[in-house]
């Protein structure tokens, strides 16, 4: 023992440390060990792309099950795993975290945080997930909390409350790891919250910076904001953002104002929800942002995950953001500054006739009682993304042919409780007729396409036009995986996990899991092997080819 | 909706104007009767309840009253009360009265039309008999199953859809009840009610009451069709036949 203490001494004296499973640097080149999955989206680019390519469309047929985890717990399973040497760290409702052999799916251990009874969220129990720098797992919690976990065993090191969870704060994200820094955002834009972004030193919790996602008095913007409305404008921050290194900036997309269905209760464009916000990752200081729905009436959460890209733009090599957007506009952004530089709908729109040369929607509000197209859930929504650098497309889960028709009514604001300002039904095609609703209602597809269907949308942002649209019945939720055999993994509502031709977006592959699809698949590499691992109802599946199959 | 709503007073005025005119003491807006829901939901369900059951010999959904019978008559109990049943006097204006008043009128359905209700023995003699509606749809174990199953019928849908149902079938058709054409690649067409679908397959009943699943890839022809094979009951049944249908059919509720 004493030798032991003697030589961790020296080595630390020399500079040495002992190997921390997961540090900074390799966490900022994730893209070069493509055998793990290092953060929610892969890596700080948020590509969900992968270089593995032993899976093929000439092979994928002999893909196989290998493995199963079952959640113990009902409801929709958002949960994105993280894959780090041959170990995958998942969630599970509401805040268990587990660990998993990758190759045999039996668990080292299993953590379960139970939050407090006093936790309000407004669509459910979700969490998206962990993330991993050095030994140590970072959960943001249903109430609000940020529990700092030691990867190894399992137990908890520290937990700090970052938001108060009897204002129905609550933390439903995959906290971001940059540098030496954990940042989270909060959740609660359905309960009058006022959202933030906030740092926080990743071995001790001390809070670095905190930004809100509202500007206070004296702040650029606070007048977006009528009278006090700005103290309850909720602009919620509930999905994982990304990270440019080079130009040290981290990206949020930022959530809906509140009350939810009522603009009149806050005139003005209400910054920054529905916003993209570009802050400098040392100070949290907002560096840019762009606001894709001002003085949002309809629910259109900008909490999509901004994908970073790297491509030529009217012929010169450009830094940029690729956004489909709730609203049902596909955006190409300028990701040193915000400046718009391309944007069109990919599904019907109506609550804007267009964008004018800065982005700005230019509204057109419906008459009361009449249908707004993209309805509530959106074009799209918190679905992850992909983009293939190979094939140049980014691909997104769309809803098309939905609408819904809102109501809005003045909401007085209580600390806590839900602050809507309304509500909506979805439009249906005779009065009284089933509907989709957040998640799948039932195995038994009674609503049907003619309220909306979902699809994979293989967006060209050259062209600002679909390659390709491979539609499904129901309206999905599932997140993209691309490959560097060009395979396109994805999912649905109806329980299918596909693989698609990330050309073409033929079928190569299906088989049906059963439950619905609402998160991205993930691939990782153990021993040789290639996995691929989704979640269907409640169930992670992994599979693998066949032994044998080249 | 609104247009749906018009859509359905047009529908309703070009085929059967005489049964509209029958059931209905007024014309109600779709605001109308949104504004009776809001003020039924926070004024009066606390002792009619949420489905206008709650006091003894009274069914404010099915329109069974024990003091009134016309709108005036509403409308009088709403700003008097009832001294002797406990029911306060309500300090309403006129619209709001109009709301509540078309909000009953409508079956609860606030999105819907007036309904009338006769008598439920009549009307299970018409469903079985003249109806012929037993030769598609079954009813506690009778009948024939290629199309839905009414046994729970008050249970699922509104009466003011059962009532759309009967007057105009194809215009309330649920869409996932569309009968199906299908044409295998051998040739063999396959006709059917969906009983659920999704990107690669579909599920039916077929005209010999057989469940059948079908892989769409192996399909020549796959048609979903948009119009009803049920013929409206104003074309066999008066208005008063129809309420008393729509009786019977109320009191299906499921096991």
Known sequence: MRRTVLVTALLAALGFQLQAQVPTDRILRAAAEPQNWLTYNGTYMSQRYSTLAQITPANVAQLESKWVVQNQVFGAWQSNPLVVDGVMYLTQRPNDVMAVDAKTGRLFWLYRYTPSADSKVCCGANNRGVAILGDTLYMGTLDGHLVAIDARSGRPIWNIEVGDVKLAYSITLAPLIIKDKVLVGVGGGEFGIRGFVVAYDAKTGKEAWRTYTIPGPGEPGHDSWEGDSWKTGGAPVWVTGSYDPALNLVYWGVGNPGPDWNPDQRAGDNLYSDSVIALDVDTGKLKWHFQFTPNDGYDYDSTQVPVLVDANWKGTPSKLMLWANRNGYFYVLDRTNGKFLAGTPYVKVNWSSGLDANGRPIPTPQPPGQPTWPGNQGGTNLYPPSYSPRTGLFYFSAWQDYATIYRKETTKFEPGKTFLGGGFTVLAPVPGAPTVGIGRRSPINNWTDEVGNGAVIAMDPQTMKPRWTTPQFDVTDAGMLTTASDILFTGGREGYFLALDANTGKVLWKTNLGGQIVMAPITYQVEGKQYVSVISGHTLVTFALRDGVK | ?255
């Open chain 2, 1 to 255: 909706m609104r247009l749906l709503f018009w859509a359905l007073g047009f529908l309703l005025a070009g085929s059967t104007g005489s049964f509209a005119q029958a059931v209905q003491d007024h014309q109600y807006s779709t605001a109308d009767i949104e504004t009776g829901s809001r003020l039924y939901a926070a004024q009066c369900a606390l002792c009619h309840g949420v489905t206008g059951d709650g006091v003894n010999g009274i069914n404010l959904r099915l329109g069974q009253f024990r003091r009134v019978a016309s709108d005036d008559d509403l409308a009088r109990v709403l700003a008097t009360g009832v001294a002797g049943a406990g029911m306060p006097a309500f300090k309403f204006q006129a619209a709001e009265v109009n709301g509540i008043i078309a909000f009953i009128r409508a079956g609860f359905d606030p999105t819907g039309t007036p309904v009338k209700v006769g008598t439920a023995a009549k009307g299970q003699a018409l469903v079985d008999g003249k109806g012929r509606c037993l030769t598609c749809h079954r009813i506690n174990g009778r009948g024939i199953r290629t199309a839905p199953d009414l046994s729970d019928i008050a249970a699922v849908r509104t009466p003011a859809a059962i009532q759309r149902s009967l007057l105009d079938p194809t215009s309330a058709m649920l869409p996932i009840n569309r009968p199906v054409r299908a044409v295998t690649r051998q040739g063999r067409t396959i006709r059917g009610r969906r009983l659920n679908e999704d990107m690669f397959t579909v599920q039916l009943m077929d005209e010999e009451e057989q469940l059948v699943s079908l892989v769409k890839a192996d399909l020549r022809e796959y048609e979903v069709l948009k119009t009803s094979t049920m013929p409206s009951a104003a074309k066999t049944l008066s208005p008063e036949e129809i309420a008393d249908v729509m009786a019977y059919l109320l009191t299906l509720k499921g096991q």
